[in-house]
T-cell receptor
Framework: DTEVTQTPKHLVMGMTNKKSLKCEQH?????MYWYKQKAKKPPELMFV???????INESVPSRFSPECPNSSLLNLHLHALQPEDSALYLC??????????????FGNGTRLTVT | GENVEQHPSTLSVQEGDSAVIKCTYS??????FPWYKQELGKRPQLIID?????GEKKDQRIAVTLNKTAKHFSLHITETQPEDSAVYFC?????????FGKGNQVVVIP
């Protein structure tokens, strides 16, 4: 069982499609993250939301658009992706952000394939 | 930013033997060092972590040691079992971000 829930588990989309990835946690965590993971590579940070505000954007292309509607939800809107964007997208949360960062809890991820 | 190096990249051990994975970090201000285990097709899962005010931490068969002077930390797995086979990532918290090592594939041979 995972305490961070991601949907969908798998997603195949064309380069002209618009889709969204969703993430939910009910642990009262105030920091939420999007990571991208390629095969045999470590997770790569994309965005951090602290107290529902975007605090870190690791120079991610604008075809990825994050959204944090409330403290429990995190979305990643996708538009005009490229085949090289195919990867496992992991959502994570932690009780506190920043230098007081507590352990990251990862969701099971969304396996994205861009055709 | 923080840079984490992880060695070796692959490690094969006989079941019952010990495995050790070492990581080095660059930012002396880093203060939190977690280890994640990722099985094939699954999410990274935290297995143990250590903060900079502690030198060693143990949880059953798993232990982590931290040498702040040398800026390195290590994961020790004793009495390895086949279910320990996975990729292990070390990480260090610096500049409000977790920097991950490249990962270590551990294979436990029955």
């Amino acid at each position: 069982d995972t305490e961070v829930t991601q949907t969908p588990k798998h997603l195949v989309m064309g380069m002209t499609n618009k889709k969204s990835l969703k993430c939910e946690q009910h642990m009262g965590h105030r920091a939420m993250y999007w990571y991208k993971q390629k095969a045999k590579k470590p997770p790569e940070l994309m965005f951090v939301y602290s107290y529902e505000k975007l605090s870190i954007n690791e120079s991610v292309p604008s075809r990825f658009s994050p959204e944090c509607p409330n403290s429990s939800l995190l979305n990643l809107h996708l538009h005009a992706l490229q085949p090289e964007d195919s990867a496992l997208y992991l959502c994570a949360s932690s009780l506190k952000p920043g230098t007081n960062q507590t352990p990251l809890h990862f969701g099971n991820g969304t396996r994205l394939t861009v055709t | 930013g923080e840079n984490v190096e992880q060695h070796p990249s692959t490690l094969s051990v006989q079941e019952g033997d010990s495995a050790v994975i070492k990581c080095t970090y660059s930012d002396s201000a880093s203060n939190y060092f977690p280890w994640y285990k990722q099985e094939l097709g699954k999410r990274p899962q935290l297995i143990i972590d250590i903060r900079s005010n502690v030198g060693e931490k143990k949880d059953q068969r798993i232990a982590v040691t931290l040498n702040k002077t040398a800026k390195h930390f290590s994961l020790h797995i004793t009495e390895t079992q086949p279910e320990d086979s996975a990729v292990y990532f070390c990480a260090a918290l610096g500049n409000n971000r977790l920097a991950f090592g490249k990962g270590n594939q551990v294979v436990v041979i029955p």
